[in-house]
Nanobody, 122 residues
């Protein structure tokens, strides 16, 4: 069974940069798409970015070019690099997998990790 473990969250000031990591285990790393999503309490899941084994990438509309997703096959790890963060980026960020085609629909992602909290102070 696939397991995803996120790390790298924390408290940062607005305008700074932050990188989150998602380590994947339990299934071959190239057998699915890995996405980053976020979900605040009481709110719907929101797509952030996703990357395929061939490094095709989708980004959500909201990061507006400030986030970059990447993967390291040797480490079975997917990263999300967050730049020029704002208080609106405050949330719990999760990684999850999708076995179909590349999609921005957060409902299609499964096996979510426990998440890592990002808090941006103004």
């Amino acid at each position: 069974q696939v397991q995803l473990v996120e790390s790298g969250g924390g408290l940062v000031q607005a305008g700074s940069s932050l990188s989150l990591s998602c380590v994947v285990s339990g299934r071959p790393f190239d057998s699915f798409i890995v996405g980053w999503l976020r979900q605040a309490p009481g709110k719907e899941r929101e797509f952030v970015a996703a990357i395929t084994r061939t490094e095709a990438i989708y980004y959500g509309d909201w990061p507006k070019g400030r986030f970059t997703i990447s993967r390291d096959r040797a480490k079975s790890t997917v990263y999300i690099h967050m730049h020029t963060v704002t208080p609106e980026d405050t949330d719990v960020y999760h990684c999850a997998i999708h076995t179909g085609g590349l999609t921005r629909d957060a409902r299609n992602y499964d096996s979510w990790g426990q998440g890592t909290q990002v808090t941006v102070s103004s």
